[in-house]
Antibody, heavy 121, light 108 residues
Framework: EVQLVESGGGLVQPGGSLRLSCAAS????????MNWVRQAPGKGLEWVSY????????HYADSVKGRFTISRDNAKNSLYLQMNSLRDEDTAVYYC??????????????WGQGTPVTVSS | EIVMTQSPATLSVSPGERATLSCRAS??????LAWYQQKPGQAPRLLIY???TRATGIPARFSGSGSGTEFILTISSLQSEDFADYYC??????????FGQGTKVEIK
């Protein structure tokens, strides 16, 4: 069974840092590009960051550029998101999402259950 | 950045009735559009990709249509488990991937 399990969320003060993890199982992790997507309370979905299979290509949303760092460890079947200089507006549930295998169709075909991040003093 | 606009924000439908959800792109996305379903407290689930192809395991009552800038998700006969939030997403020009603001399908 394909599974993505996020962890690492929690309560952090503004300006603080947090590192999210996403453990993948049931598929060849190293063959898939991965993403982080977030959802603020009561709001819609916002794409955050993308990383290609061998980490050669990385993209960030403008809202997190310079503060967040995406990475992966294919040997550990894991995806990470290092979040620094956190702001109130970063409060959200963070999902890891697998990009479809075929590069021509870049939709997200599998999602984790999410980990909540609350930025508050 | 391509802006995705969904309408209506909320759709009230009786079980067994047909639901029609709309998604509009600020510029052409060809057929590079997906629909996701999200139930409260759950992760989004892929329903439709390439505008009209149902994902694995998705019932035939879900159908997608459109291309360019106008897209439709139709649920032919609403079941109790279909009451949820629905999001469209374009993947024609990325990054960024952009989502609509969502349509909530509620019981009438």
């Amino acid at each position: 069974e394909v599974q993505l399990v996020e962890s690492g969320g929690g309560l952090v003060q503004p300006g603080g840092s947090l590192r999210l993890s996403c453990a993948a199982s049931g598929f060849t992790f190293s063959s898939y590009s991965m993403n982080w997507v977030r959802q603020a309370p009561g709001k819609g979905l916002e794409w955050v960051s993308y990383i290609s299979t061998a980490s050669g290509t990385i993209h960030y949303a403008d809202s997190v550029k310079g503060r967040f760092t995406i990475s992966r460890d294919n040997a550990k079947n894991s995806l990470y998101l290092q979040m620094n200089s956190l702001r109130d507006e970063d409060t959200a549930v963070y999902y890891c999402a697998r990009k479809n295998y075929w590069s021509a169709s870049a939709y997200f075909d599998c999602w984790g259950q999410g980990t909540p991040v609350t930025v508050s003093s | 950045e391509i802006v995705m606009t969904q309408s209506p924000a909320t759709l009230s439908v009786s079980p067994g009735e047909r639901a029609t959800l709309s998604c509009r792109a600020s510029q052409s996305v060809s057929s590079n559009l997906a629909w996701y379903q999200q139930k409260p407290g759950q992760a989004p689930r892929l329903l439709i990709y390439d505008a009209s192809t149902r994902a694995t395991g998705i019932p035939a009552r879900f159908s997608g249509s459109g291309s360019g800038t106008e897209f439709i998700l139709t649920i032919s006969s609403l079941q109790s488990e279909d009451f949820a939030d629905y999001y469209c997403q374009q993947y024609n020009n990325w990054p960024p991937w952009t989502f609509g603001q969502g349509t909530k399908v509620e019981i009438k």
